[in-house]
Nanobody, 123 residues
Framework: QVRLVESGGGLVQPGGSLRLSCTASGSIFSINAMGWYRQAPGKQRELVATIASSGITNYADSMKGRFTISRDNAKNTVYLQMSSLKPEDTAVYFC?????????????????WGQGTQVAVSS
C-alpha cells in the first residue's frame, strides 16, 4: 500500500509565502512524476506544477515565476514553494505521484493522491 501525506498549508496574507511538502511511503519500488494540483471552492481541480524523476518541471501559466516545485528523491518527498500569494490562490492543494509499487512478487504502477492541505490567502 502507498500513502501520500501533505503538510504546510495554512492561512497567509496576500504577498506572503508558504511551503508545502508531500511525502510518499509504503511498498514503493520507484516514483516517477510527482506534482501538485489545487481545487478552489466550486471549481474543478487544476494543475499547479509537476516534476519528473529527472527533475524536469512543468508549471501552469498562472503559477510561473511565483511557485517552485522541487523534490528529494531520497526522501520520496515533493515540495511546493509558493511566493507572492494572491487571494485567488486559495484552494485545497493536492499532491499526486506516479508510483511503481511492489505487489507480492510483481510491480504495479499507479497514480496516487494525498488527502489535500488547505491554503487560504486573506488579509
Amino acid at each position: 500500500q502507498v500513502r501520500l501525506v501533505e503538510s504546510g498549508g495554512g492561512l497567509v496574507q496576500p504577498g506572503g509565502s508558504l511551503r508545502l511538502s508531500c511525502t510518499a511511503s509504503g511498498s514503493i519500488f520507484s516514483i516517477n512524476a510527482m506534482g501538485w494540483y489545487r481545487q478552489a471552492p466550486g471549481k474543478q481541480r487544476e494543475l499547479v506544477a509537476t516534476i519528473a524523476s529527472s527533475g524536469i518541471t512543468n508549471y501552469a501559466d498562472s503559477m510561473k515565476g511565483r511557485f517552485t516545485i522541487s523534490r528529494d528523491n531520497a526522501k520520496n518527498t515533493v515540495y511546493l514553494q509558493m511566493s507572492s500569494l494572491k487571494p485567488e490562490d486559495t484552494a485545497v492543494y493536492f499532491c499526486n505521484a506516479d508510483i511503481s509499487r511492489w505487489v507480492l512478487a510483481s510491480i504495479q504502477q499507479g497514480a496516487y493522491w494525498g488527502q489535500g492541505t488547505q491554503v487560504a490567502v486573506s488579509s
